[in-house]
């Protein structure tokens, strides 16, 4: 098992920025990749952002590149979401995910475990 708890959720004027925190417990060793997924009222989840767990393919939703920069602290298994120029639309709740099997899926079916998710709001 693989435990998640995101931190870091706020919030911020358009324009502004905020990061979040992944933290992993558990199974660590057995995490491919792990992603962001955000949620916005009414709306359905959408991928935001995948990192392989060795650091060697990132990828991102054509709306946030260039914006927001997926990273890890191996030392302390945690994933971070660095999130600048923030935009109305980017409201919603983020969570991390985790999957075991090899890949970078751009779907939520695609991951294995699940943070609770920690809430965004960017204000115009």
């Known amino acids: 098992q693989v435990q998640l708890v995101e931190s870091g959720g706020g919030l911020v004027q358009a324009g502004g920025s905020l990061r979040l925190s992944c933290a992993a417990s558990?199974?660590?060793?057995?995490?491919?990749?792990m992603a962001w997924f955000r949620q916005a009222p009414g709306k359905e989840r959408e991928f935001v952002s995948s990192f392989s767990w060795s650091g060697t393919d990132q990828r991102y939703v054509d709306s946030v590149k260039g914006r927001f920069t997926i990273s890890r602290d191996n030392t302390k298994n945690t994933v971070y979401l660095q999130m600048n120029s923030l935009k109305p639309e980017d409201t919603g709740v983020y969570t991390c995910a985790a999957r075991v099997r090899i890949g970078l899926g751009f779907s939520q079916y695609e991951y294995d475990y699940w943070g609770q998710g920690t809430q965004v709001t960017v204000s115009s």
């Open positions: 558990g199974r660590t060793s057995s995490i491919f990749s």
